[in-house]
């Protein structure tokens, strides 16, 4: 059996072509020239798509390449309750580049598998929302950007059809929020910035501000430490520098509870407890030119002095015999001080 290459390549793909110099190159002689007819009677006889226009009996309307009676290939499809699907189609099904409108005004354009979205895509919402990235069996997963129709835009991760990883949210505000996300909410490390500039960069916990972080105002107050729920809660140091005033000590519910150290605008600076934000039980009040005050705070009122020192050193000096007397005290109660009575016996 002889094949006429020089109408192969005058009327045959470049498939064929390929297979006849593969055939004229081949020295194992009659064995290869039966191998490469029977790969050459594969290649004609495999059916190939061919373009149609069709009334479907569902009601629909196809306009493409069809393959025993389904789209194969390039097609549009009109169906009866108004969807459109122009694209790539595999037996029957969208798989490939592709974009589909749907009755209730809504469409995705990008990549399809086995009839979903999946890949990289665009699908507009109804309402006017619009995500751009990847998707997994009609599911947002991976990257992309949601924008809301309000505005609001978010760049970043998604996770079975959530935000969930890390990403950027802007509001049309302003305000903007970098860091972790679990199921749509704040969770984790992030900062997230006010439109005026202030700013926090820490903990969160399902979207509220919990754990350790730093928040910055602009005009320079700044607070560090543990946060509960949005409030400063625990242990903490804020400045106030235009007031010249800082705190150092334990918070409630964003005001000063516990043992603290405050320093005020004129100098003074105040060791002792709070509750509530007031001071609150026996406390000392350092004053610049070194003298002390030993005194007694109820609910942020005075109730009396219980010590004056002149100087820092005196009552360092003081506290120092008073710590010595109570080691002496403790020690005789243990019995490891012979305590002279002055009943002496002569010998």
């Keep these: ?4 290459l020089k109408k192969m390549r005058r009327r045959g793909p470049s498939k064929l072509n390929r297979l ?5 190159r081949n020295k194992f002689g ?19 798509p061919r373009y149609r226009r069709l009334y479907l009996e569902d009601g629909s309307r196809y306009e493409g390449y069809w393959l025993e009676k389904r789209p194969e290939g390039i097609g549009e ?5 108004e969807a459109y699907y122009k694209g790539e189609w595999v037996n029957g099904i969208k798989h490939g580049q592709g974009i589909s409108t749907y009755p209730d005004k809504t469409s995705y354009e990008g990549e399809w598998y086995g009839g979903t979205f999946h890949g990289v895509g665009t699908y507009h919402a109804a309402n006017g929302d619009k995500y751009a990235g990847s998707w997994v069996r009609n599911v947002r997963h991976g990257h992309g950007a949601y924008t809301w129709e309000n505005g609001n835009v ?3 991760e998604w996770q079975d059809g959530v935000i969930t990883g890390k990403g950027k ?10 860091g972790e996300w679990i199921k749509g909410k704040r969770f984790g490390k992030g900062k997230y910035t006010w439109s005026n500039g202030n700013s926090y960069r820490g903990d969160f916990m399902d979207g509220v501000r919990h754990g350790k972080g730093v928040k ?7 607070y560090r430490g543990e946060w509960s729920f949005n409030e400063e809660h625990g242990f903490g140091r804020k400045e106030w520098p235009v007031e010249k005033t800082h705190y150092e000590g334990y918070w409630r519910n964003g005001k000063h509870h516990g043992k603290g150290n405050k320093k005020f605008e004129n100098g003074t600076y105040y060791e002792g407890a709070w509750i509530h934000g007031k001071p609150h039980g026996e406390a000392l009040l350092w004053w ?6 030993e005194i007694t705070y109820e609910h942020g009122r005075y109730r009396g002095l219980r010590g004056l020192y002149e100087t820092k050193e005196k009552y360092h000096s003081v506290q120092r015999q008073k710590e010595m007397a109570e080691q002496a005290k403790r020690a005789v109660k243990l019995g490891l001080v012979l305590v002279d009575d002055g009943n002496h016996e002569d010998d």
Excluded: E, I, Q
């Design 30 to 48: 009659a064995l290869a020239v039966k191998r490469g007819v029977a790969k050459l009677a594969v290649l004609l006889l495999t059916k190939r």
């Design 20 to 24: 006849g110099a593969t055939l004229v």
């Design 169 to 178: 949210k802007t509001w049309t505000t302003g305000c903007t929020y970098a």
């Design 154 to 156: 978010y760049v970043g």
């Design 216 to 222: 910055k105002l602009v005009n320079g107050t700044t």
């Design 77 to 81: 499809m009109w169906f009866p309750d």
């Design 1 to 4: 059996m002889s094949v006429d």
């Design 288 to 293: 610049p030119d070194g003298r002390v005050y």
